[in-house]
């Protein structure tokens, strides 16, 4: 079974450019979620994704976040404008609808904002 | 919303030797998971525990769950470098919320 694929792996950018990242979930699974890994801390939800509708953004910053799962398969995350806080590595997972322990990691994107 | 404190925040061992990580929870626990992460790279799933006094084994790591303190440890017997990295406690519902981590380092 083809695991979780983001894309890229790693990614430099000037603050106030804009990045995205993308996401293609197991075959099969109907929750995609985006975490936020700052450096020495555990991830952060994001956003949650039931097929293609959102299910949980409430910690998501809306003003340079955004995210969509067209289709409910694959994602993408952008970030616009891009802040120095927002140097991280980016974590989407996925999982089978309503089976929390089928979450499935992807390898992450490491995001520096300089 | 789930709160997860983990302890210690780091480790530094001689390889060979034991070590215990903790998570403790804010809110009663229906399934905790404990995950393995190298350095800015994904997380590698080991265990879920479900059951109060639940406990699993994969090779030398082995994970409790105490329902009642609301709480589960992470054993690892005679450590190798093999085991560096970060292990992460998560916990649902309603979706997985992290702990901050427990950096470990084993010298050879």
């Known amino acids: 079974e083809a695991g979780v694929a983001q894309s890229p792996r790693y990614k430099i950018i000037e603050k106030r450019q804009s990045v995205a990242f993308w996401c293609n979930p197991i075959s099969g699974h109907a929750t995609l979620y985006w975490y936020q890994q700052i450096l020495g801390q555990g991830p952060k939800l994001l956003i949650q994704?039931?097929?293609?509708?959102?299910?949980?953004d409430s910690q998501l910053p809306k003003d340079r976040f955004s995210a969509e799962r067209l289709k409910g398969v694959d994602s993408t995350l952008k970030i616009q404008p891009a802040k120095l806080e927002d140097s991280a590595v980016y974590l989407c997972a996925s999982s089978p609808a309503g089976e929390a322990y089928g979450y499935t990691f992807g390898s992450g994107t490491r995001l520096t904002v300089v | 919303s789930q709160e997860l404190e983990q302890s210690p925040q780091s480790l530094i061992v001689q390889e060979g030797k034991n070590l215990t990580i903790n998570c403790t929870s804010s809110k009663t626990l229906y399934g905790l998971y404990w995950y393995k992460q190298k350095y800015g790279e994904g997380l590698i799933f080991l265990m879920m525990l479900q059951k109060g006094g639940e406990e699993k084994s994969h090779e030398k790591i082995t994970a409790k769950l105490d329902e009642k303190k609301q709480q589960s440890s992470l054993h690892i017997t005679a450590s190798q470098p093999s085991h560096a990295g970060i292990y992460l406690c998560?916990?649902?519902?309603?979706?997985?919320?992290f702990g901050a981590g427990t950096r470990l380092t084993v010298k050879p």
């Open positions: 994704f039931q097929n293609n509708g959102v299910v949980d």
């Open positions: 998560g916990a649902v519902p309603p979706d997985m919320r």
